[in-house]
């Protein structure tokens, strides 16, 4: 009783305290500390603790007192430390933590009835250009149960709150984030949740119980909405870039059959099989069984690089192993977009299905007018294996475009050029129309006499397959001058093809013997293009026409017709099976043969 002593402890670093904490404490230091002790009846007291850690990397000081020892009642602690960046805490946490700019830590905990009772709690951090600060309570410290804590973060930039948490994100507008944070004895749950970037903002509420029992399945409920949010600037362009820029086949060239990607990596072969598009991996269907899962999400404007959706109503359910898109509804532009999904993960192999309308969409960087349609069912246990037993329909008819190349891949870029060689040096390219039609069967997607491109001055008639097993294309076009612009043949490429694979696509200007190669094979191919010239179905004044229409009509026929005599609604071509993915085709204008075979294959008349 009446017992007070001042001690104080110095050592070269923290390992020397290992064989007391009886662990294996970093080799930090110097540090020192020191603490007023004090007996008084049946209380132990420690006051003015003081403890202070100097090492090249990291300071950190220590400071509270400590009113009953024994019982570990009325305990107030304050820290800060200061670190050269986050990575300075790598020996300590034993993690590999992001290389970050200089930063400050702080916190406190005040306890006045014991660990087991309520306390208060705080943090912040500063530096890099990013100030977060949480303040709360916590009802059992020792079992870290009942939090609740509202938490405010605030970074000068995205790109310096991303390299925080050790990502790559090139973004400068500034980021706000508010909520209220709970941890329970039965899950975690979060409240008000504001997040505010740019001009962004989203707002929202989620609850989060995981199992109770081993063979349990967790529970996630969401709702979010966001006010606007424009997903472009954190999207880098995708798309392939097989070769360096202004680099494509020239004019007359042939696709290599066996041919080794470069050294260098930049123009691997069209044939390539490394470069798959669709990973063959097994999907973490497992993970579907493990949670139930309902998510609705609302935005008054959401935009992706493509298109701006408005009043978008989303809704994701997850019961049992099968996951549900339905519905998907916003406003594209002028237009509607309905999109239904369902993915059952409780049946082996998952099956899958999408079905997508989109009407009158108005694009955000190329104007015009977007239909899609798109129906498709599959089986698998990859996006390889789903996509190689594909069946389906998907549509895409555009109108009045106007094809900026700046927000275009290289790939995309090429490929326009070579379609409209008059604009080439311009950095808008105007489209009237386009249309692809694929009709899919069993991983054969078959667009024979199903595409069309007509520019300004030229409009261009194709078609080809696409085989979604091996990945390779087989889609050529023809070209035809449009009426009164005193333009030639000559002035064009007469052929254009798309070859090689998804992963590595490239174009080719009037590839030498493809006709000698593919000619006898499988004309359906090209004949929409390349076998109307040569029957002399189509000239300058049926060029002008609406193709596009045309296009479209003449597919829904066949169609109809087809299911109605109960045959394939697809005729199928060889794409690209065991081929290097260059396209069967007729001979084109110039060529040496100009007669057609009497044993071709028959092909529509589209009557232009």
């Given at each position: 009783?009446?017992?007070?002593?001042?001690?104080?402890?110095?050592?070269?670093?923290?390992?020397?305290?290992?064989?007391?904490?009886?662990?294996?404490?970093?080799?930090?230091?110097?540090?020192?500390?020191?603490?007023?002790?004090?007996?008084?009846?049946?209380?132990?007291?420690?006051?003015?603790?003081?403890?202070?850690?100097?090492?090249?990397?990291?300071?950190?000081?220590?400071?509270?007192?400590?009113?009953?020892?024994?019982?570990?009642?009325?305990?107030?602690?304050?820290?800060?430390?200061?670190?050269?960046?986050?990575?300075?805490?790598?020996?300590?946490?034993?993690?590999?933590?992001?290389?970050?700019?200089?930063?400050?830590?702080?916190?406190?905990?005040?306890?006045?009835?014991?660990?087991?009772?309520?306390?208060?709690?705080?943090?912040?951090?500063?530096?890099?250009?990013?100030?977060?600060?949480?303040?709360?309570?916590?009802?059992?410290?020792?079992?870290?149960?009942?939090?609740?804590?509202?938490?405010?973060?605030?970074?000068?930039?995205?790109?310096?709150?991303?390299?925080?948490?050790?990502?790559?994100?090139?973004?400068?507008?500034?980021?706000?984030?508010?909520?209220?944070?709970?941890?329970?004895?039965?899950?975690?749950?979060?409240?008000?949740?504001?997040?505010?970037?740019?001009?962004?903002?989203?707002?929202?509420?989620?609850?989060?119980?995981?199992?109770?029992?081993?063979?349990?399945?967790?529970?996630?409920?969401?709702?979010?909405?966001?006010?606007?949010?424009?997903?472009?600037?954190?999207?880098?362009?995708?798309?392939?870039?097989?070769?360096?820029?202004?680099?494509?086949?020239?004019?007359?060239?042939?696709?290599?059959?066996?041919?080794?990607?470069?050294a260098d990596g930049k123009a691997a072969s069209v044939a390539d099989p490394s470069r798959k598009v669709f990973p063959a991996e097994p999907l973490p269907f497992e993970l579907l069984h493990n949670?139930?899962?309902?998510?609705?999400?609302?935005?008054?404007?959401?935009?992706?690089?493509?298109?701006?959706?408005?009043?978008?109503?989303?809704?994701?359910?997850?019961?049992?192993?099968?996951?549900?898109?339905?519905?998907?509804?916003?406003?594209?532009?002028?237009?509607?977009?309905?999109?239904?999904?369902?993915?059952?993960?409780?049946?082996?192999?998952?099956?899958?299905?999408?079905?997508?309308?989109?009407?009158?969409?108005?694009?955000?960087?190329?104007?015009?007018?977007?239909?899609?349609?798109?129906?498709?069912?599959?089986?698998?246990?990859?996006?390889?294996?789903?996509?190689?037993?594909?069946d389906g329909q998907a549509i895409i008819d555009v109108r009045d475009l106007e094809l900026e190349k700046s927000a275009m891949t290289q790939f995309g870029r090429s490929l326009t050029d070579s379609l409209n060689p008059f604009d080439k040096e311009k950095e808008k390219s105007e489209l009237s129309c386009a249309i692809v039609r694929f009709d899919i069967d069993?991983?054969?997607?078959?667009?024979?006499?199903?595409?069309?491109?007509?520019?300004?001055?030229?409009?261009?008639?194709?078609?080809?397959?696409?085989?979604?097993?091996?990945?390779?294309?087989?889609?050529?076009?023809?070209?035809?001058?449009?009426?009164?612009?005193?333009?030639?043949?000559?002035?064009?490429?007469?052929?254009?093809?798309?070859?090689?694979?998804?992963?590595?696509?490239?174009?080719?200007?009037?590839?030498?013997?493809?006709?000698?190669?593919?000619?006898?094979?499988?004309?359906?191919?090209?004949?929409?293009?390349?076998?109307?010239?040569?029957?002399?179905?189509?000239?300058?004044?049926?060029?002008?026409?609406?193709?596009?229409?045309?296009?479209?009509?003449?597919?829904?026929?066949?169609?109809?017709?087809?299911?109605?005599?109960?045959?394939?609604?697809?005729?199928?071509?060889?794409?690209?099976?065991?081929?290097?993915?260059?396209?069967?085709?007729?001979?084109?204008?110039?060529?040496?043969?100009?007669?057609?075979?009497?044993?071709?294959?028959?092909?529509?008349?589209?009557?232009?």
């Amino acid at each position: 009783k009446g017992l007070t002593a001042a001690v104080a402890v110095e050592a070269g670093s923290v390992a020397a305290f290992s064989k007391y904490a009886k662990t294996e404490l970093p080799d930090l230091g110097p540090v020192t500390a020191s603490a007023t002790v004090a007996a008084s009846g049946e209380t132990f007291s420690v006051s003015d603790i003081k403890a202070d850690l100097s090492a090249q990397s990291i300071q950190a000081a220590l400071e509270g007192s400590l009113a009953d020892a024994v019982a570990v009642k009325g305990l107030d602690a304050r820290v800060k430390v200061n670190l050269a960046s986050l990575a300075a805490l790598n020996e300590l946490t034993g993690q590999e933590l992001p290389d970050s700019g200089p930063l400050s830590l702080g916190g406190s905990l005040v306890s006045e009835e014991g660990l087991d009772a309520p306390a208060k709690i705080s943090g912040s951090l500063d530096g890099d250009g990013v100030r977060a600060r949480v303040n709360g309570s916590i009802q059992d410290l020792l079992a870290a149960n009942g939090v609740a804590v509202v938490l405010n973060v605030e970074g000068d930039s995205v790109t310096q709150l991303a390299r925080l948490a050790g990502q790559e994100v090139r973004h400068d507008e500034s980021l706000k984030f508010d909520g209220n944070l709970y941890v329970g004895s039965s899950g975690y749950k979060a409240e008000k949740l504001k997040l505010q970037m740019g001009p962004a903002t989203l707002t929202g509420e989620a609850e989060y119980i995981p199992p109770g029992k081993e063979d349990e399945k967790s529970s996630l409920k969401a709702t979010v909405h966001i006010d606007q949010f424009d997903l472009e600037p954190y999207i880098v362009l995708a798309g392939p870039d097989p070769a360096p820029e202004g680099e494509m086949a020239g004019e007359g060239d042939t696709v290599p059959e066996d041919s080794e990607p470069a050294a260098d990596g930049k123009a691997a072969s069209v044939a390539d099989p490394s470069r798959k598009v669709f990973p063959a991996e097994p999907l973490p269907f497992e993970l579907l069984h493990n949670l139930d899962a309902d998510v609705e999400i609302t935005a008054d404007e959401f935009a992706t690089h493509h298109l701006m959706y408005r009043d978008m109503q989303l809704k994701v359910v997850l019961d049992d192993g099968v996951l549900t898109v339905d519905p998907f509804v916003a406003s594209v532009g002028e237009g509607e977009f309905d999109a239904r999904a369902k993915l059952d993960a409780s049946r082996k192999p998952a099956v899958m299905a999408l079905d997508i309308v989109m009407e009158d969409g108005t694009g955000r960087h190329f104007g015009g007018r977007y239909d899609l349609k798109v129906d498709l069912d599959g089986t698998g246990n990859s996006v390889a294996e789903i996509m190689a037993g594909l069946d389906g329909q998907a549509i895409i008819d555009v109108r009045d475009l106007e094809l900026e190349k700046s927000a275009m891949t290289q790939f995309g870029r090429s490929l326009t050029d070579s379609l409209n060689p008059f604009d080439k040096e311009k950095e808008k390219s105007e489209l009237s129309c386009a249309i692809v039609r694929f009709d899919i069967d069993d991983g054969i997607a078959n667009a024979n006499n199903r595409i069309v491109a007509q520019m300004t001055r030229v409009t261009w008639f194709g078609g080809g397959t696409i085989n979604l097993k091996t990945e390779q294309i087989g889609i050529g076009a023809q070209s035809k001058p449009r009426k009164g612009l005193g333009i030639s043949l000559g002035n064009l490429a007469s052929l254009v093809y798309v070859v090689g694979t998804l992963g590595n696509p490239k174009v080719q200007l009037n590839p030498k013997d493809v006709a000698v190669k593919y000619g006898h094979h499988y004309l359906t191919v090209m004949t929409g293009g390349a076998f109307l010239v040569l029957k002399g179905l189509w000239d300058k004044s049926r060029a002008n026409s609406d193709v596009c229409a045309r296009v479209l009509e003449l597919g829904e026929e066949e169609r109809v017709e087809q299911e109605a005599a109960g045959g394939d609604a697809v005729p199928q071509a060889d794409a690209g099976a065991g081929t290097t993915g260059a396209p069967e085709a007729v001979p084109g204008p110039g060529s040496e043969s100009g007669e057609v075979e009497d044993d071709a294959p028959a092909v529509h008349d589209l009557n232009l």
